[in-house]
Each structure stands twice: as structure tokens, then as C-alpha cells.
């Protein structure tokens, strides 16, 4: 029986390893999904064959499988531990990996993927810190402008946005209503909120990419404002009046 056996192994050479696989394990399969040599055929039930050529065996015995056979030329398979053919592989119904085995995004905060955003919120603080610039609206600025003393005004700059809104740099700012803020390099955080302790303010200033010229104000619900540097200028009477109407400087 041995000798027939041997002599019938050498007339049909192996050429294929196949497996029947769990329909739940074909995620195993997604490292291999690109080899062309590999197959799948759904046997009707919840399982699979996989059929992939017998030098791939080292790849092929890590593959989760119920069985493994060894197929002969003539399609009849041996099963691993015996020497007797128990049955036939299919021969119609066979596709590629990719049919079965589609590529997904990977979710977000999977393993190898960045964290989502998070929203910034400025968290509040009890340290008291002194203010060194106001937010406050443009015309109670210029009202406040036209009667403070030069020396008053000479130690400010200012800049103005879209909705009438300036921002006042200097010390001492003015006694208006307003947002006081303090700097944090090129943040401006309103006094009474700081940053949270994981975000320090260099690595906020490059996310926001602000470069050289760029400053930052903060507000306590995470929005922001970018404000060129340029664009902050001496405070005159003549240049306070005009810049209700100037071009916004904060965008």
C-alpha cells in the first residue's frame, strides 16, 4: 500500500496547500490579500477554501484554519496526518482574495492612526494676572481716546476688526469696559483662563502655524483670532478716530 501510495504521490505532484476557513476568520487573510496565487472558494456553509501554492507553507501554517490538506495534480486531497485522498477540491468558484477581502479606512484611534481632534477649552484660573491688553468696542475706545491725556494715549497700540471691536495693547489700558488679556508668546489669553497643562504655548503657536508675525487671541470656548503684528498701531486721537472705518486688521 505504501509503495502505491508513493508511486501515485509522483505521478501528481503536490502543488497546492488548502485549508477550510471559518467565514469569521477571513480578516486573517488581509496581510496576504495582494498575493495573486491565493484563493478562495465559499464551500456553502460558513466556511471557506483556501487554496495557495505549496511553497508558501511557512505563511500558510499560520493561517487559522479548521483542516489542511495537501492537494494532488488530479484535484483529490490528502489531509494532513494521512496518506489515503478523502476527497476532491472544487474546481468552479474560486476568486481572488480582494473579492472577499475589502480594504476599510481605519478608524480613527485605531493603533497606528493620530488621535481625533480634540476642541481646545481654556480651563479657568485663580492665579491673578496683570492684564497687559483689552478687548473692548472700537467707539467706547474712541470716545475714551478724545479726552485722555497724550501721555495716556502714547503708551498704547490698537488694532480694529470688522465689527468694531479693538484690541488695545499697552500699560496702563484704558478704565473702558472690555476683556482683559495677558500674553503667552504669541497668545493672548483672557486674564482668569489659562491653558490646559497638557498644551504649552510654542506648540499651540505652531498648530495655528502663526509664523513670525502672527499673535493669537484666545477666548474661553477654544475659538481664536489671528491678529498681524503689523497691524497694531500708535494710538492718536487721529488714528483712533480713523480706524472705525479702517480695514479689518483681526480676522
Request: hydrophobic share 40%; with cysteine; glycine share 6%.
Amino acid at each position: 500500500m505504501a509503495e502505491n501510495l508513493q508511486s501515485h504521490c509522483s505521478v501528481n505532484a503536490r502543488t497546492y496547500r488548502v485549508g477550510r476557513l471559518s467565514a469569521s476568520d477571513l480578516g486573517a487573510l488581509a496581510p496576504h490579500r495582494a498575493r495573486t496565487d491565493w484563493a478562495l472558494c465559499p464551500d456553502g456553509t460558513a466556511h471557506f477554501w483556501l487554496r495557495v501554492p505549496e511553497s508558501d507553507e511557512t505563511l500558510f501554517q499560520k493561517i487559522p484554519l479548521t483542516r489542511r490538506w495537501t492537494s494532488l495534480r488530479d484535484h483529490t486531497l490528502i489531509r494532513d496526518g494521512h496518506r489515503v485522498a478523502e476527497a476532491t477540491l472544487p474546481q468552479v468558484g474560486w476568486q481572488p482574495l480582494p473579492i472577499y477581502i475589502t480594504l476599510d479606512l481605519p478608524q480613527r484611534g485605531s493603533p497606528g492612526m493620530p488621535p481625533p481632534p480634540m476642541a481646545l477649552a481654556l480651563i479657568k484660573d485663580s492665579n491673578d494676572r496683570p492684564a497687559d491688553a483689552l478687548i473692548c468696542d472700537g467707539v467706547t475706545f474712541a470716545t475714551w481716546a478724545e479726552t485722555a491725556f497724550s501721555l495716556r494715549l502714547e503708551c498704547l497700540h490698537f488694532a480694529c476688526c470688522a465689527d468694531r471691536r479693538a484690541f488695545v495693547q499697552g500699560c496702563p489700558l484704558p478704565a473702558i469696559p472690555g476683556t482683559a488679556c495677558y500674553q503667552e508668546g504669541q497668545l493672548w489669553l483672557p486674564c482668569g483662563y489659562r491653558l490646559p497643562d497638557h498644551l504649552w504655548p510654542e506648540l499651540l503657536a505652531d498648530v495655528l502655524a502663526l509664523g513670525n508675525n502672527r499673535m493669537t487671541l484666545l477666548h474661553p470656548d477654544g475659538s481664536h483670532e489671528k491678529l498681524d503684528s503689523e497691524n497694531l498701531i500708535p494710538a492718536t486721537r487721529a488714528s483712533v478716530r480713523s480706524s472705525i472705518s479702517i480695514t479689518p486688521a483681526i480676522n
